[in-house]
C-alpha cells in the first residue's frame, strides 16, 4: 500500500469519522481496492471540525459541590467509549475518573489541608502531555501525539501489549485490557470502537467528536466544570480561565507539561 | 556436532525428558494465556509488569556475564580460560534465549510482536532492547560455535572471527546497561530514576553469571571427565568476590543518597520492600533474605582460605546467586511500581498459572543449556581427557 495506514489514520482520524462510521467503510475499501488508473481518494476534513494548536482542558473544582456533580462526567464518556466495566478490580479500565486531592497531587498533599479540597473529588483523566512520556517510550508508534491538535492518541491495531507505556505515564491514566473487554460493555456504541484483550487504553480528548464539530462528552456532560480550548489561542475559553484564575497542574516537576489545568 | 547432544547417559536422558515435560506444561499455561488474556496473571492495572520482566531482567544479567571470560582471555592473554570461555558463551546464548521468551510471553498481543521491527522506533529503548539482545544472541552463538568446532579439528579459529570477538566484550555491557535504560529514564518512577541502575545491574551481573558458571565448571568436573580446571575456578571466584562487593557498595550510595536526602518520591519504595508502606509489605522478607546472603556471600569470599575449599566456595555461590536473584527477579520491578503514581499500595505476586509459565521457560532454557554443554563437554573431554 502506498499511503500507509498511519498516513490514512492521521488524515481519516479527522475526516471520515467526522461525517459517521459508514463513510469511514468507504474510505478504507476506497484505498484498499483502488485499481491502477482510479485516482486517488482525495479526503476532506470535515468542515466543521474543531481545530488547535494544542487542546486543553480546564477543570474548576470550585463548582465540584459533591460527588453528584462529576458523576455525569464519568458515566458520558465511559459509554460513548465502550469502557467496559471489568469485574476484577485490578484489570479495572478507566479513562476518566475521580480521586482525593492527596492522590491525584501527592506531590502536594500536606497535612494540615482546606477542609474544601480535601472534601473535594478531583476528575482526572490523560493530561495530553506536551511532553508526554509515553509516547517516547513506545516502541511501535501506537502511542504518538498527533501533530496536528496535541491530541496524544492510540492506534489499538498496532499496540503490540507491552505496556512500556503503562510504566512511563506518571498519572496512571493508561488501562491494559487484560481480558476480552467486549464481554464486559454494558450498552455497546457501534459508532465507536471497542478494543481487543491485550492492548492498552485510555482518554483520546474525544477526537472523533472534535472532527464532528462538538466538544468532548465529558466537557458537555460537565455544566461548566470542565472547559476545553486551544491552549496557544489567546482568545479561547481556556485561556481565559487560566490567565483569571490560579491554576495548578499534576506532577509539573517531572516536565511533562500536562495540558490539563486545575482551577482550585 | 550436534550429533553430540543425541548420545548420552540415562541419567542424561532421564534429565532432557524430566525438562520437555515441564516445557509442556508450561506450553500448555502459555496457550491459556495467550487464548484468554494476561488477565490470568497477578498483574494489574498499577503493577503492569511482574515475574516474566522481572526474570528477563535478571537473565540479561547472567547473559551478559559471559564478558568476564572473554575479556581475560582475549584482551589480556589469560590463557587459563581458554579452556572455559565457550561455557560462558554457551550460558549467554541460552540466558539471551529465555529472555527473548520472557518478553514474547508478556506481550497482550504476541502476534503482533513484529511490529517493532515494522515501525522502527529510536526513540523508544524497548528497539534499542531488542536490536542489543538479538545481536548478542548471534554473535556468541556464531563465535561460540566456530571457536568450539576449530578446536575439536586441532586448528585455529577463522580470522575473520577475531573482530566478532572483540565486539562482544563492549556488546555484552550493552545488553545490560541498555536493559537497564528501560526502567531508570522514567520520569514518574523514583525507584528506578537512578543513574546508578546501570552499574547496579552489571555488578549484580558480573556476581550472578560468574557464580552459576562456577557452579555449572563444578558440576561438570564431577560429572565428567573434563576438567575446567580448579584455577578456573578459583580465578571466577576473584571476579565474583569483587562484583558481589561492588553490587552491596552500589546499593548503600542508593540508599545513602535516597535517605539523607529524604525524597519522599524515592524512599517510599524501599519502605515499602524493606518495612512495608500502609501496612503492606509481602516481600519484607524476600528482601532481607537477599540482603542477608549477599552479605554472607561477601564474609565467605573474601578471606582466600574459605574461598579455595570447595564446600564453602559453593555455598558462596548459590548465595550470591539467590541473592542477586531475589534481588532482580523480585525486588527490582515490583518495587518500582508500589506505590503507584497515585500514592497507592496495590501489591503484586506472581499468580499459579504465571509461575508455571516461568517454569517453562527457564526449562526451555536449561534444555539448550544442556545441549550446549553436552556438545561443549564431549568434545572437550576427547581432548583433554
Ligand atoms: S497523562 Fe500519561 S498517558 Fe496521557 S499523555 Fe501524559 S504521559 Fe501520556
Ligand atoms: S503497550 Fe502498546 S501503546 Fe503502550 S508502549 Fe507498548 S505498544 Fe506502545
Ligand atoms: S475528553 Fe473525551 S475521552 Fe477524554 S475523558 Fe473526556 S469524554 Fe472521555
Same mark, same amino acid.
Given at each position: 500500500?502506498?499511503?500507509? #495506514? ?30 491502477? =488508473? ?22 474548576? =473544582? ?42 491525584? %497531587? ?67 491514566? #493508561? ?51 470542565? =472547559? ?10 481556556? #485561556?481565559? +480561565? ?23 | 556436532? +550436534? ?8 541419567v542424561?536422558?532421564?534429565w ?42 535478571f537473565?540479561?544479567g547472567v547473559a551478559a556475564s559471559a564478558v568476564m571470560l572473554v575479556l581475560p582471555y582475549? +584482551?589480556h592473554?589469560y590463557k587459563a580460560f581458554g579452556r572455559i570461555t565457550i561455557l560462558g558463551e554457551f550460558l549467554a546464548?541460552s540466558s ?24 522502527? =522506533? ?55 546497561? &541498555?536493559?537497564? %535504560? ?20 552489571l555488578s549484580s551481573a558480573f556476581a550472578a553469571g560468574p557464580a552459576l558458571l562456577i557452579l555449572l565448571c563444578l558440576f561438570v568436573r564431577r560429572i565428567s571427565k573434563f576438567d575446567p580446571g580448579w584455577e578456573q575456578i578459583q580465578s571466577l571466584a576473584k571476579i565474583v568476590t569483587y562484583a558481589i562487593i561492588l553490587n552491596v557498595f552500589f546499593f548503600l ?33 524476600f528482601m532481607w533474605t537477599s540482603m542477608i546472603l549477599m552479605v554472607l556471600a561477601i564474609i565467605l569470599l573474601v578471606p582466600s582460605q574459605f574461598r579455595q575449599n570447595e564446600t564453602v566456595l559453593t555455598i558462596a555461590c548459590i548465595a550470591v546467586f539467590i541473592g542477586t536473584w531475589i534481588d532482580k527477579g ?36 536449561f534444555?539448550?543449556l544442556s &545441549?550446549?554443554f553436552k556438545?561443549a563437554v564431549?568434545?572437550k573431554e576427547?581432548l583433554y581427557a
Amino acid at each position: 500500500m502506498k499511503s500507509s #495506514r498511519r498516513n490514512f489514520l492521521k488524515i481519516a482520524g479527522i475526516t471520515a469519522l467526522g461525517v459517521g462510521a459508514r463513510p469511514a467503510i468507504d474510505t478504507i475499501a476506497a484505498v484498499g481496492g483502488r485499481g491502477p =488508473t482510479e485516482p486517488e481518494p482525495i479526503l476532506k476534513q470535515n468542515e466543521k471540525a474543531l481545530t488547535a494548536k494544542q487542546w486543553a482542558m480546564v477543570v474548576d =473544582t470550585r463548582k465540584i459541590k459533591s460527588e453528584k456533580d462529576v458523576a455525569p462526567l464519568y458515566e458520558a464518556c465511559h459509554k460513548i467509549h465502550n469502557v467496559p466495566d471489568m469485574p476484577i478490580k485490578r484489570h479495572e479500565i478507566k479513562w476518566i475518573w475521580p480521586e482525593q486531592f492527596h492522590h491525584a %497531587f501527592p506531590d502536594l498533599h500536606s497535612e494540615f489541608l482546606s477542609e474544601k479540597i480535601h472534601h473535594t473529588t478531583f476528575p482526572v483523566l490523560c493530561n495530553h502531555c506536551e511532553n508526554p512520556p509515553c509516547v517516547r517510550v513506545c516502541p511501535t508508534k501506537a502511542t504518538f501525539k498527533r501533530e496536528s491538535d496535541g491530541v496524544v492518541v492510540m492506534d489499538y491495531h498496532r499496540c503490540i501489549g507491552c505496556r512500556f507505556c503503562l510504566a512511563a505515564c506518571p498519572y496512571g491514566a #493508561r488501562s491494559f485490557n487484560f481480558f476480552d473487554p467486549r464481554e464486559h460493555i454494558k450498552e455497546i456504541n457501534l459508532k465507536f470502537a471497542r478494543r481487543t484483550k491485550g492492548v492498552v487504553e485510555k482518554c483520546n480528548f474525544c477526537v472523533e467528536r472534535l472532527a464532528e464539530g462538538i466538544e468532548p462528552a465529558c466537557v458537555e456532560a460537565s455544566k461548566g466544570i470542565l =472547559t476545553f480550548g486551544d491552549l496557544y489561542d489567546p482568545e479561547s475559553e481556556v #485561556r481565559k +480561565l487560566i490567565a483569571e484564575n490560579f491554576t495548578i497542574r499534576r506532577k509539573i516537576h517531572l516536565g511533562t507539561s500536562p495540558a490539563v489545568y486545575y482551577i482550585v | 556436532m +550436534l550429533e553430540k547432544a543425541i548420545k548420552g547417559s540415562k541419567v542424561y536422558y532421564g534429565w532432557m525428558l524430566a525438562l520437555l515435560t515441564l516445557i509442556g506444561v508450561g506450553f500448555g499455561f502459555y496457550l491459556w494465556q495467550f487464548n484468554s488474556g494476561l488477565g490470568i496473571t497477578g498483574l494489574s492495572r498499577d503493577v503492569s509488569w511482574g515475574f516474566y520482566i522481572a526474570q528477563f531482567t535478571f537473565l540479561v544479567g547472567v547473559a551478559a556475564s559471559a564478558v568476564m571470560l572473554v575479556l581475560p582471555y582475549y +584482551l589480556h592473554d589469560y590463557k587459563a580460560f581458554g579452556r572455559i570461555t565457550i561455557l560462558g558463551e554457551f550460558l549467554a546464548v541460552s540466558s539471551v534465549t529465555m529472555c527473548l521468551l520472557f518478553i514474547i510471553v508478556d506481550l497482550g498481543q504476541p502476534t503482533r510482536a513484529l511490529n517493532v521491527l515494522l515501525y522502527p =522506533t529510536p526513540r523508544s529503548v524497548l528497539f534499542w532492547d531488542m536490536i542489543v539482545l538479538n545481536g548478542y544472541l548471534l554473535l556468541n552463538l556464531v563465535i561460540g560455535w566456530k571457536v568450539l568446532e576449530a578446536e575439536r579439528n586441532n586448528v585455529h579459529y577463522p580470522m575473520w572471527l577475531k573482530p566478532l570477538i572483540y565486539l562482544s566484550i563492549p556488546w555484552a555491557v550493552s545488553i545490560h546497561t &541498555v536493559t537497564a %535504560f528501560l526502567y531508570c529514564g522514567l520520569p514518574g518512577r523514583g525507584f528506578w530514576l537512578t543513574a546508578i541502575l546501570a552499574p547496579r545491574f552489571l555488578s549484580s551481573a558480573f556476581a550472578a553469571g560468574p557464580a552459576l558458571l562456577i557452579l555449572l565448571c563444578l558440576f561438570v568436573r564431577r560429572i565428567s571427565k573434563f576438567d575446567p580446571g580448579w584455577e578456573q575456578i578459583q580465578s571466577l571466584a576473584k571476579i565474583v568476590t569483587y562484583a558481589i562487593i561492588l553490587n552491596v557498595f552500589f546499593f548503600l550510595c542508593e540508599i545513602f543518597v535516597v535517605f539523607y536526602s529524604q525524597l519522599p518520591e524515592h524512599m517510599d519504595h524501599f519502605k515499602y520492600l524493606f518495612v512495608g508502606l500502609q501496612g503492606k509489605g509481602s516481600l519484607i522478607p524476600f528482601m532481607w533474605t537477599s540482603m542477608i546472603l549477599m552479605v554472607l556471600a561477601i564474609i565467605l569470599l573474601v578471606p582466600s582460605q574459605f574461598r579455595q575449599n570447595e564446600t564453602v566456595l559453593t555455598i558462596a555461590c548459590i548465595a550470591v546467586f539467590i541473592g542477586t536473584w531475589i534481588d532482580k527477579g523480585i525486588g527490582l520491578i515490583s518495587g518500582g511500581f508500589v506505590p503507584n503514581p497515585l500514592h497507592y499500595v496495590n501489591e503484586y505476586a506472581p499468580s499459579f498459572p504465571e509461575l508455571m509459565i516461568t517454569i517453562g521457560v527457564y526449562a526451555t532454557g536449561f534444555f539448550i543449556l544442556s &545441549v550446549l554443554f553436552k556438545i561443549a563437554v564431549t568434545i572437550k573431554e576427547e581432548l583433554y581427557a
